[in-house]
């Protein structure tokens, strides 16, 4: 086995470490970024996270949740949406527990911003699943 092949070895394989970095990444957005020391990438990424999860709150957008009680095959398209909310790690159960973002409040649904916020809630998740594989690579070594 030549150099060459051992370090390509040791890229293909991931420590407990870079799978901890991911993990804390995906928990609290920015986490992942601050473990490696990268305070820059994890001041940006994570704020962007945090800013629109909070700005999509704040338009009165609406979490996603998995219920059950629609009729047919319906309830199965809250599935993808739900994924796409959990991404937001932390965020999502700290808002089921405080009530915010999961009711339907007639109120809510009036607003001019709400389909917004609901937008801005599952961008704010997705780009955390980015996030969080961005820490896991760098810690992998297979970004810079």
């Avoid at 070895?9 to 970024?33: C, K, M, N």
């Avoid at 994570?46 to 009729?71: H, K, N, Q």
Wanted: hydrophobic share 45%; aromatic share 12%; net charge negative.
């Amino acid at each position: 086995m030549s150099k060459d092949d051992n370090t390509e070895l040791s890229r293909q394989t991931s420590s407990s470490r870079d799978w901890l970095i991911g993990v804390a990444g995906w928990f609290f957005p920015g986490a992942g970024h601050l473990i490696q020391g990268n305070w820059w990438r994890a001041l940006l990424m994570g704020g962007t996270v945090w800013i629109a999860f909070v700005a999509g709150i704040m338009m009165g957008g609406r979490l996603f949740r998995y219920s059950g009680t629609e009729e047919g095959m319906s309830s199965l398209l809250q599935i993808p949406p739900m994924i796409a909310n959990l991404g937001a790690g932390l965020l999502y159960p700290a808002s089921w527990l405080i009530g915010v973002g999961f009711t339907d409040d007639p109120q809510l649904a009036a607003r001019a911003t709400f389909e917004y916020g609901t937008t801005f809630l599952l961008i704010a998740g997705l780009l955390n699943y980015l996030c969080m594989l961005d820490a896991f690579d760098i810690s992998a070594g297979r970004k810079p």
